[in-house]
């Protein structure tokens, strides 16, 4: 059944089926189950190319990258508040805005991946002081994606610095709830955002959690 809001059944077949190869070729030394295990990789490589129109090689590409037992992936994202408007950046890839953030880096403690994130992509220093919010993707309202992601929100404090532009970003800026910029949903949701305002408002709220 699918319990993820927005995900094909299609897509969340492909990733159950490239979950089962990825952690069966983690471990398995039969030469056949292997055999057997790239096969089920393929066919999950080609449901979604069918299914979104790119083109298998790219999509195996991803799959063969992935190594070790399958689990989610983990996204970061600071929320800086200053004057009770939030900071966005202007993603280049969609021209829409998002919180800071993105991948967590191995042997990175999460806190310091989104101080990082947020400075690498604002130019703005910040010290996470309180982890608001950790979300399945799957589950927020944002468009399908290849795999599956668990996206952490911390609330950063701001200390210095000033905005500039990046290799991935063009530009920073602080905005009210009422005034929000068109959104690059694949990374913050306007139902994020204002759940978010609704730390700012009540800080005694816990973290929210899927």
């Known amino acids: 059944m699918n319990t993820s809001q927005n995900l094909p059944q299609w897509l969340l077949w ?15 030394k039969n030469p056949f ?15 979604i190319a069918a299914g979104t129109g ?31 408007k939030v900071l966005l950046v202007k993603e280049l890839i969609d021209g829409g805005w998002t919180l800071p953030g993105g991948w967590v880096d191995v042997n990175e403690p999460p806190s310091l991946a989104v101080e990082r994130e947020v400075r690498e992509e ?33 609330l950063c404090q701001l200390i210095g610095g000033q905005p500039k532009e990046s290799m991935e970003t063009g530009g920073a800026g602080f905005f009210a709830e009422d005034d929000l910029p068109p959104l690059s949903i694949a990374r913050t949701t306007a139902s994020e955002l204002h759940r978010f305002f609704e730390h700012l408002r009540h ?8």
Do not use: W
């Open 33 to 47: 189950d292997i055999e057997r295990y790239h096969a089920i990789q393929e066919i999950a490589a080609q449901m």
């Open 14 to 28: 492909a990733q159950a089926l490239q979950s089962i190869a990825q952690s069966g070729l983690a471990y398995c």
């Open 54 to 84: 790119g083109e298998p090689a790219t999509i195996r590409n991803l799959f063969d990258a992935q190594a070790g037992y399958a689990t989610p992936k983990v996204d970061v994202r600071g929320v800086v508040f200053k004057d009770d």
């Open 203 to 210: 800080p005694e709220l816990p973290t929210d959690f899927d």
């Open 122 to 154: 604002s130019g703005y220093e910040v010290k996470a002081v309180k982890l608001l919010a950790l979300y399945d993707r799957n589950k927020h309202g944002h468009p399908p994606y290849i795999f599956h992601v668990y996206k952490l929100f911390f």
